[in-house]
């Protein structure tokens, strides 16, 4: 669990998207969850994934030595499904859906959704899950940019 926290802190620390060449800018204040919800795709992605997953989404991210498991290639998702980007799967298990399939449930990926829905809070203070899919779509579109052709 230490580590996924160090991991979470990192990516919120570390990453920042710069400009459209890729160029990754260190930021000297971590980011907070409120800047979160205000970005798009490409920099959340950078924020919260690219410390893992590298930029490009090949799987080369600065946090990978500290890893126990390797870290999938997002780029070949659609290659091997038939060239067709599984969109729905992937929110899925942005969200934390597929949670003890996919990642297991010692120190894996991180489940966004449980982080995003406190980003807006509903009725009563209730969490907003819908709007933490809205952030797990936007994800999920962000990494299907980043398919090879």
Not at 109 to 129: C, E, Q, S
């Amino acid at each position: 669990m230490k580590l996924m926290q160090a991991i979470v802190v990192a990516a919120v620390t570390v990453l920042c998207a710069g400009t459209t060449f890729g160029e990754v800018v260190i930021r000297e204040v971590q980011m907070t969850w409120e800047e979160v919800a205000e970005l798009d795709g490409d920099v959340v992605f950078n924020n919260l994934c690219a410390v893992c997953h590298g930029v490009g989404g090949k799987g080369d991210g600065p946090a990978i030595g500290a890893l126990k498991k390797g870290v999938p290639d997002l780029t070949v998702l659609a290659a091997n499904n038939d060239g067709v980007y599984p969109h729905k799967q992937v929110k899925n298990v942005i969200f934390g859906r597929y949670r003890d399939v996919t990642h297991g449930t010692s120190g894996g990926m991180p489940y966004w959704g449980d982080h995003f829905m406190y980003l807006r809070v509903g009725f009563n203070g209730i969490p907003h899950t819908r709007y933490a899919w809205e952030r797990a779509h936007t994800l999920s579109t962000h990494v299907e940019s980043l398919q090879i052709n």
